[in-house]
């Protein structure tokens, strides 16, 4: 929306951010916070049960289905080269997770395993995944306009798109165990959506190679960062930066975010 100019402008602030950083932050999106929110709530309900209630939804199709705590080390999986502070050879990041893939056959994705009795958990997830599905489409092109492109320039190649819609939970963790959230990586995919429930995260400056805090905003914004894909596709133009997420003082209460 708005006028040519406005979103030529628009489009070149996306450019240079996507060159500096690959992080910015969107507000104004169009997405149903009551969705949202009913979403968080179940998800909250879901990790709140015992581990034996979870253990159901667990499958061998990284990343879908639950994950527990301790079971994925991402700086391991970006070869272990991001200079993390604290990468313990026998410890995983400390969080559980949840995801699903799409809900189109065409993807080829293993179909989402649910955990049982959990019908409105269903459902605020197929309503949340739609929304998130929306709004990367709104994203893309915008991208696509950022680079000079038509806005239908990436189409083709997401119309069976395999993309993952996670929940992480961070449980309750004080400073000094020698632990760490969510171990220093970049993302695969072309972007990620956060939807944060706390402070925490940090992205790499890529000058100073520093450690840089992302400060938490509140629940109506949403954090996009780019991913390895689409630094790819843009031949090295837009960056994938590292991240993380570290405990904080006030890490005494468990935290959800939601990057789909």
């Known amino acids: 929306e708005g006028s040519p100019e406005a979103q030529e402008a628009l489009a070149r602030s996306v450019d240079e951010v996507c060159r500096s950083t690959g992080f910015f932050v969107v507000t104004h999106h169009g997405v149903d916070e009551a969705v949202a929110r009913r979403m968080w709530r179940e998800t909250r309900r879901f990790f709140d049960r015992p581990r034996k209630a979870k253990v159901p939804?667990?499958?061998?199709?990284?990343?879908?289905?639950?994950?527990?705590?301790?079971?994925?080390?991402?700086?391991r999986g970006a070869g272990g080269d991001m200079n993390a502070t604290v990468i313990a050879d026998s410890a995983g990041d400390y969080k559980e997770t949840f995801a699903i893939?799409?809900?189109?056959?065409r993807s080829k994705v293993v179909a989402p395993r649910w955990p049982p009795q959990r019908e409105a958990f269903r459902r605020a997830w197929h309503a949340y995944y739609v929304e998130m599905e929306a709004l990367s489409v709104?994203?893309?092109?915008?991208?696509?306009?950022?680079?000079?492109?038509?806005?239908?320039?990436?189409?083709p190649f997401y119309?069976?798109?395999?993309?993952?819609?996670?929940?992480?939970?961070?449980?309750?963790?004080?400073?000094?165990t020698g632990l760490?959230?969510?171990?220093?990586?970049?993302?695969?995919?072309?972007?990620?959506?956060?939807?944060?429930?706390?402070?925490?995260?940090?992205?790499?400056?890529?000058?100073?190679?520093?450690?840089?805090?992302?400060?938490h905003l509140p629940d109506s914004h949403f954090v996009i960062n780019l991913g390895d894909l689409m630094n790819r596709w843009t031949n090295d133009r837009w960056v994938s930066t590292p991240h993380r997420v570290v405990v904080?003082?006030?890490?005494?209460?468990?935290?959800?975010w939601l990057p789909p």
């Open 57 to 75: 939804a667990m499958t061998d199709d990284y990343p879908y289905g639950y994950s527990a705590i301790g079971d994925e080390n991402l700086a």
């Open 101 to 105: 893939g799409p809900y189109d056959a």
């Open 138 to 155: 709104v994203l893309l092109r915008l991208f696509a306009r950022a680079l000079n492109q038509s806005e239908s320039f990436f189409e």
């Open 159 to 176: 119309d069976h798109h395999a993309c993952a819609l996670r929940a992480v939970n961070y449980p309750p963790l004080l400073r000094g």
């Open 180 to 215: 760490i959230r969510a171990s220093a990586h970049t993302d695969y995919g072309s972007l990620t959506i956060l939807r944060s429930g706390g402070p925490g995260l940090q992205l790499k400056n890529r000058s100073s190679h520093e450690w840089v805090d992302v400060p």
């Open 248 to 256: 904080v003082a006030e890490d005494t209460r468990p935290r959800w």
